[in-house]
């Protein structure tokens, strides 16, 4: 099982090329190993494709994934990995979706930046510039913003976000959660409901 949770780091770094310098491979592998949070040695683990400008995506990032955090993420019972799927619908996604990715390239502050673009609303949505907005965000996080700048205006996490898409196609809404590559679980449950779910999947381990 532990083989699938680096789907995206060995798929990104074919996607790179033979050639690419050695800089920008680490740079890719530290922006995706930044969005997975918890024990790599956790016995479950849950892929999260979710949209960083859903509105049902941000009800569970504020009002359930703290306590699946608290209860089971950080005891080390579950690896939790954020897969990225910005719509083409929502004009800003894929700015936030680069911006946090680009933080924990740099700083190790995806996490960090997961939660403030949840938590801000529709913000950075709605500002004239949405980029500049999500640039704060950062900033405030203690991002180093000459590498962030730099890694956000050449696109430097383009290669993550793209294998993020095409593991996300097979999804039909946001938030979707994949556990263990078995059970899949479309839109906003309760925490009470993943407590069922999760102590199942425990118990058969």
């Not at 913003?145 to 809404?173: A, N, Y």
């Not at 679980?185 to 779910?197: A, E, H, L, N, P």
């Amino acid at each position: 099982m532990r083989a699938t949770v680096t789907f995206a780091f060995a798929s990104l770094l074919l996607a790179a090329g033979a050639h690419a310098q050695s800089d920008r491979a680490s740079l890719l592998e530290r922006a995706g190993e930044s969005r997975a949070k918890g024990s790599p040695d956790a016995p479950v683990l849950v892929y999260e494709i979710a949209d960083f400008q859903c509105p049902y995506c941000a009800a569970f990032a504020r009002d359930v994934f703290p306590h699946i955090d608290s209860a089971y993420i950080r005891p080390g019972r579950v690896q939790w990995v954020f897969v990225n799927l910005p719509m083409p619908s929502h004009h800003a996604a894929w700015t936030a979706s680069e911006a946090a990715l680009c933080a924990g390239a740099v700083s190790d502050r995806f996490w960090v930046m997961h939660d403030r673009l949840y938590v801000a609303g529709r913000e950075w949505i709605d500002a004239d510039d949405p980029a500049a907005v999500v640039a704060g965000y950062a900033r405030d996080a203690g991002v180093a913003m000459d590498e962030f700048t730099d890694c956000v205006e050449h696109d430097r996490v383009v290669p993550i976000l793209l294998q993020d898409v095409i593991f996300g196609s097979r999804v039909t809404g946001t938030p979707t959660f994949i556990i263990d590559n078995q059970e899949t679980i479309v839109g906003v449950k309760s925490f009470d409901d993943w407590v069922v779910v999760l102590e199942r999947v425990l118990r058969g381990k």
